[in-house]
Nanobody, 127 residues
Framework: QVQLVESGGGLVQAGGSLRLSCAGS????????MGWFRQAPGKEREFVAA????????YYADSVKGRFTIFRDNAKNTVYLQMNSLKPEDTAVYYC????????????????????WGQGTQVTVSS
């Protein structure tokens, strides 16, 4: 498994932007498919975005499509989530996840397809 540390969360007004970062350990980070999930108070954790190991393909939940962008810098062992046009309903704890076993050239949307998780970072969007 890999250690993942998220950062970049905070409080922002509706319409604002935040960039989350997820730093991973290990030389093989660049071979892992990565994803972002979120959990709002009283709700189950849900998929937000995913990226292949190369960064060449991405996938988004409908609720964030066109507003959020997932990308990665394998030289820095980091994956990012750029969040624009934030809404109060985006308020949640955001988690990054990695799939440290065979990923191929695919992205993954289900939580059970990932085996390492960060501790989460809080994002709060005020109206």
């Amino acid at each position: 498994q890999v250690q993942l540390v998220e950062s970049g969360g905070g409080l922002v007004q509706a319409g604002g932007s935040l960039r989350l970062s997820c730093a991973g350990s290990g030389r093989t980070f660049r071979s892992y498919a990565m994803g972002w999930f979120r959990q709002a108070p009283g709700k189950e954790r849900e998929f937000v975005a995913a990226v292949t190991w190369s960064g060449g393909s991405t996938y988004y939940a409908d609720s964030v499509k066109g507003r959020f962008t997932i990308f990665r810098d394998n030289a820095k062992n980091t994956v990012y989530l750029q969040m624009n046009s934030l809404k109060p309903e985006d308020t949640a704890v955001y988690y990054c996840a990695s799939r440290t076993y065979y990923s191929g050239s695919y992205y993954y949307r289900r939580q059970n397809e990932y085996d390492s998780w960060g501790q989460g970072t809080q994002v709060t969007v005020s109206s």
